[in-house]
Nanobody, 126 residues
């Protein structure tokens, strides 16, 4: 399974970006999905996750109220809408997928991911 992530870029503080992720050749509905990020010199950290059905979501405290994760299984795509971006949000953002029977649960740990996208750079200038 290859995950194609896109939508990163350079944005000023307070701006917005929308990241997208899609699995190639497999139905998105098969996977729990999540976004992680890794800043220079730091460990990869959880950003947001969404269940297979899309009815359950979870966010890291850093993104609550600013980030929204969503998915459109019909379009085979997952999204991360990021608003009011700050310099501390600068990182490489990775989408991840986990094959799981549950349609309602969310995964948060990088160790649970079965597949990773290549990452897309998000840079926020202050």
């Amino acid at each position: 399974v290859q995950l194609q992530a896109s939508g990163g870029g350079l944005v000023q503080a307070g701006g917005s970006l929308r990241l997208s992720c899609a699995p190639s050749g497999y139905p998105l509905s098969s996977f729990r999905m999540a976004w992680f990020r890794q800043a220079d010199g730091k460990e990869r950290e959880f950003v947001a996750g969404i269940s297979r059905s899309g009815t359950s979501t979870a966010y890291a405290d850093s993104g609550k109220g600013r980030f929204t994760i969503s998915r459109d299984n019909a379009k085979n795509s997952m999204y991360l809408e990021m608003n009011n971006l700050q310099s501390e949000d600068t990182a490489v953002y990775y989408c991840a997928a986990d094959r799981h029977a549950s349609t309602l649960s969310v995964f948060r740990s990088p160790a649970q991911a079965d597949y990773w996208g290549r990452g897309t750079q998000v840079t926020v200038s202050s």
